[in-house]
């Protein structure tokens, strides 16, 4: 079982950064991939951004192309977003996903608020 746990949400105004990241512990597969979702009420969970770990390819979802990036930090086992140029449509809980060949998992979720 993998267990994640996110920081860094918070309340910005509009044209402001954050930062989040996800600590993954447990039982960890080498070959994994995770990533950022984003939900808002009444809404599906929608992707952010991905990372695998072995070759570190990325997919962002085209919303946050060329403002958002992720990285990830495999010794730590811990991945990042930057996000900049925040917008008030960026707000959303912030959703850490680990995925490997045994499933997914969620973390608890961390509130970003952008202000305009």
């Known amino acids: 079982q993998v267990q994640l746990v996110e920081s860094g949400g918070g309340l910005v105004q509009a044209g402001g950064s954050l930062r989040l990241s996800c600590v993954a512990s447990?039982?960890?597969?080498?070959?994994?991939?995770m990533g950022w979702y984003r939900q808002t009420p009444g809404k599906q969970r929608e992707m952010v951004a991905t990372?695998?770990?072995?070759?570190?390819?990325?997919n962002y979802a085209d919303s946050v192309k060329g403002r958002f990036t992720i990285s990830r930090d495999n010794a730590k086992n811990t991945v990042y977003l930057q996000m900049n140029s925040l917008k008030p449509e960026d707000t959303a809980v912030y959703y850490c996903?680990?995925?490997?060949?045994?499933?997914?998992?969620w973390g608890q979720g961390t509130q970003v608020t952008v202000s305009s």
């Open positions: 996903n680990y995925v490997d060949y045994r499933g997914h998992c």
């Open positions: 447990g039982d960890i597969f080498s070959f994994n991939a």
């Open positions: 990372i695998t770990t072995r070759s570190g390819s990325t």
